[in-house]
């Protein structure tokens, strides 16, 4: 057939076009030029996955007119699925579209493999789906007499010659079922095949017939306290379901170096942090699969990201050499693994689970996984994002150079070593207001939007009670004190006498600012306490030195904008912590958040290949500063002790907020400073 008997088809919106014979379907001509159309069942009618829309009247961009009659005339499998589950009126299967003249042909973009979705967040971007773990339809030869091949070598050509995909290896779960399947499917079957970041290829499952239900990955944040997991749809990204857990291994040491030292002191302390870990991740995923109306079965994939001490325990390897300079970690790269090794029962008995690559020994995953999400190496201004926990990730960077370090901060900021500290759940103060005349406060509480003062507040949160105080609601009680002249800059809290208030009571050789009463009726009395206002100053002056210590790699006094982000980043308010000194003077405008940037990360290598080496590479480009050995990390740390800054001037800030110049550190009968210490 000559060139001028042939059917031009234009594809819109790639733009790709050919010429094909009248007859070719439109599924293959779009195979055939490489165009973005998916299929699950291979061109059989069954999947509905390569929807088409044709276009018909003048296009004088392409050039070409097209007729009513360009493609094939509707046939029974396209109106036997309209009827069972809808059609979009004017939309085609591709597989059974048959093009008959010169044609345009729209692909919606539910209909491409690699669909783009938008990530809302304080930077929108563009996440292509490209998930490691597909479904494919095939149609498997049966044996015979006269060819003897075994059954997964028969599946493995079906799916090489049907969908391309070769170097297949078996796997004994694979083996064990695929006989009793075939045979049920009647030689058809659903197979769920992982392509790993290394380049191996696995079958992770294999179903009779054609398997509608979708494939289904989680995305794990295993942070030092909490345990944050997202249950997603691999076709299009949607999370499905989201939960978190406390870290159970929080019982073993609140941060990092007391678990290497649970490690180092107890022999067999590092296996029993590994199987609660494992255990608290695999009632995560069974909790999960349950509030989707879905099986364990249904989740195939994994990804993981987490701190270095988190990555060996979680794997099972010791991490004494993490609490030791040179801080050697067991492995730098990243990893595909099967669930099964990690005790993941709740998943898939084929799963596998992608774990990112750590950038130094104490710069870990979670990190890579705030670069995938947040990308500061593509910024055209220099962006500081703070990964907001127990263990602080920093990143500083733009399109030059990006910089990465880890800072101890402890649990403070996640409501851990507060006297009146609980986790962000119903009834826990999450914002807090105190009138600098009268330094009485109001707050809200998670659950309901009613502030304190409120009418109707008593009765909307009668059913969670007042029951303590969450990460954001103390940042927000200490820098609110701070302004209110409750608080000095040193961090001492005043007298009843030096502050005005008698909210301000004395507690042994130190004051407590009661923020909430409720003994009256049998219910707690919530207060700030000194240990509190300590507590809070250590965990920001390892936040804000971190942050200083990249600075001056790069050499600058400030930055052009700041990312906040983490599990409760979202929440946090950038004035007060502003106030706080967690982070460099910048105008309140260029501060925002970013939410849990970790989780955000660890969705986007959970839904593309691409992006897993994406980042594997750009981790290769990140430079490491480490903490631990940095002596200016001290200097800065001892200055940021004060609340903004002993040093630092603020200027920023100082357009937008009057602290009080108060000191209770002196005479009187205030604070610990106004007492002679025992000889």
């Known amino acids: 057939m000559t060139e001028a008997t042939e059917a031009l088809v234009i594809f819109t919106p790639s733009g790709k076009r050919g010429r094909f014979a009248p007859g070719t379907t439109v599924l293959a001509a779009a195979r055939q030029l490489g165009v973005d159309l998916d299929s699950v069942c291979g061109g059989r009618g069954i999947c509905s996955k390569c929807q088409i829309t044709p276009g018909i009247g003048a296009f004088p961009k392409h050039g070409l007119t097209v007729a009513a009659d360009a493609l094939s005339n509707w046939n029974a499998v396209e109106e036997r699925y309209k009827q069972k589950r809808g059609l979009a009126e004017g939309r085609r299967l591709g597989c059974q579209a048959h093009i008959q003249s010169d044609v345009v042909i729209d692909v919606p973009p539910e209909s491409q ?11 929108d971007r563009v996440m292509v789906m490209d998930p490691a773990t597909r479904s494919y339809f095939v149609e498997v030869a049966e044996p015979s007499m006269d060819e003897p091949t075994g059954d997964f070598q028969r599946l493995c050509t079906a799916l090489a010659e049907q969908w391309q995909v070769i170097g297949l290896a078996p796997d004994l779960h694979i083996l064990r079922k695929l006989q009793p ?18 380049g191996s290829v696995r079958i992770v499952d294999v179903w009779p017939g054609f398997r509608e239900a979708p494939l289904c990955g989680l995305a794990i944040d295993l942070g030092s306290t909490t345990i944050a997991a997202h249950l997603c749809d691999l076709s299009d990204g949607r999370v499905l379901a989201s939960s978190g857990v406390m870290n159970p291994q929080i019982r073993f040491g609140e941060d990092l170096m007391s678990r290497v030292s649970y490690a180092m002191m107890n022999p067999g302390g590092d296996v029993e942090m590994t199987r609660v870990v494992r255990e608290a991740i695999d009632g995560l995923a069974a909790a999960l699969a349950i509030e989707a109306g879905l099986t364990g079965a249904d989740i195939v994939e994994a990804v993981v990201v987490c701190n270095p001490v988190m990555h060996h325990l979680l794997l099972g390897i010791d991490p004494v050499e993490l609490g030791q300079a040179p801080f050697a970690l067991a492995s730098s790269s990243s990893l595909t693994l099967a669930a099964a090794d990690l005790g993941l029962a709740a998943l898939n008995a084929g799963a596998r689970v992608y774990m990112l690559p750590l950038i130094a020994g104490h710069v870990g995953a979670d990190a890579a996984a705030v670069a995938l999400a947040e990308a500061p190496e593509t910024s055209d201004d220099l962006v500081l994002i703070v990964d907001v926990g127990t263990n602080a990730e920093i990143l500083l960077g733009d399109r030059r150079q990006v910089l990465a370090c880890s800072s101890p901060t402890g649990p403070a900021f996640e409501g851990a070593q507060i006297s009146a500290g609980q986790r962000a759940a119903p009834g826990a103060i999450e914002r807090v207001e105190i009138d600098p005349v009268t330094k009485e406060p109001r707050f809200r509480v998670i659950g309901s939007d009613l502030w304190s003062t409120d009418a109707g507040f008593a009765e909307a949160t009668q059913q969670t009670g007042i029951t303590g105080i969450c990460g954001s609601g103390i940042i927000e009680a200490v820098a609110e004190m701070r302004m209110a002249g409750i608080v000095d800059a040193s961090g001492l809290i005043g007298s009843a006498e030096q502050t005005g208030t008698d909210r301000c ?3 042994g050789r130190t004051h407590a600012y009661l923020l909430h009463d409720a003994s009256a009726t ?3 009395r919530i207060s700030v306490t000194q240990g509190d206002i300590r507590a809070i100053q250590l965990a920001k002056s390892a936040l804000y ?4 210590l990249l600075m001056d790699e790069i050499g600058v006094d400030k930055v052009d904008r700041i990312v906040l982000a983490g599990a409760f980043g979202a929440h946090i308010s950038p004035k007060h912590a502003m ?4 982070i460099p003077d910048a105008p309140l405008d260029k501060v925002s958040s970013a939410g849990n940037a970790a989780g955000t990360g660890a969705r986007i290598a959970l839904c593309s290949l691409a992006a897993r080496a994406a980042i594997e590479a750009t981790v290769q480009r990140i430079h490491k500063v480490e903490t631990a050995i940095e002596p200016r990390f001290q200097e800065h740390f001892v200055a940021a002790n004060a609340i903004p800054h002993a040093t630092a001037p603020f200027p920023e800030l100082a357009q937008v907020v ?3 110049d108060v000191s209770f550190n002196s005479g009187g009968s ?3 400073g106004g007492r002679r210490r025992r000889r």
Not at 113 to 123: M, P
Not at 182 to 198: F, I, P, Q, S
Not at 579 to 582: F, P, S
Request: hydrophobic letters at 35%; a positive charge.
């Open 505 to 507: 009571e004395p507690t």
């Open 658 to 660: 009057t602290l009080p």
């Open 181 to 198: 399947v075939l045979r049920k499917g009647e030689w058809r079957v659903t197979v769920a095949v992982n392509r790993g970041a290394d």
């Open 579 to 582: 106030v706080l000194g967690m």
């Open 545 to 548: 030195a971190g942050a200083r």
């Open 522 to 524: 049998g219910g707690p």
């Open 670 to 672: 205030g604070g610990e």
């Open 113 to 123: 493999l690699h669909r783009q979705v938008i990530r809302k967040s304080a930077s």
